[in-house]
């Protein structure tokens, strides 16, 4: 048997008929079909900015003390963290969140030995970048660059080496999840091959 639905109208007073808005019914089906936790968990994943918790509870369609509750759950299994602007306590995605969930994105496209080898294509495609401009890093490369080069395809190659890096980390995460998930530890990934050692990803 299908499964029953909110009708797409309501009853009046006088026993007539209304026919409701298309979003008041898809919103009152996801708060029917889903809990509170859930629904907080689905607005915070798309929290890339800070939000306070009364703008994630209105969203969630849950109180403010509901939503700081599930919010601290969240903040304490390091999907999201926290900044403060003046007393109040903003909310966001976690970088950790975000890589994790890119990372087994990415798993989930390639095995880990397509991953190994574009890994390789990325570390001597930076290397080759280094070499070619006597530079280690694209914020150096950037420094040299004039206001024409900026237009020029020196602006476009600083843009890819910096795309690649990232890239390049992403994989690295994706790659020591993969190994996590077969040995149940994580390893540490290998050091990001711009000279500065920063195994951080931002995607």
Known sequence: MPEDTSPPYRIRPDG??????????VEDEWIEETTP??????II??????????KIADRARVSPTTARKHLRTLENAGEVTTSQDGQTTQYRRSETA?????????LAEQTPGE?????????????AWREEHD???PEEFARELTVDDADSDHGALLTEWQTTRRNLALAQAALAIGEATHTGHLTGTDTDDDGNG???AVV
């Open 115 to 127: 991953i190994a080898s574009g890994i390789a294509d990325m570390k001597a495609q930076i290397q």
């Open 37 to 42: 936790f859930e629904r907080v968990y689905e």
């Open 16 to 25: 007539g008929t209304e026919h409701r808005d298309v979003n008041d019914v």
């Open 135 to 137: 530079v280690d890093s």
């Open 198 to 200: 920063d195994t951080s």
């Open 45 to 54: 994943r798309r929290a890339y900015e800070p939000t306070s918790a009364a």
């Open 98 to 106: 975000i890589v994790t969930e890119h990372a087994q994105s990415l």
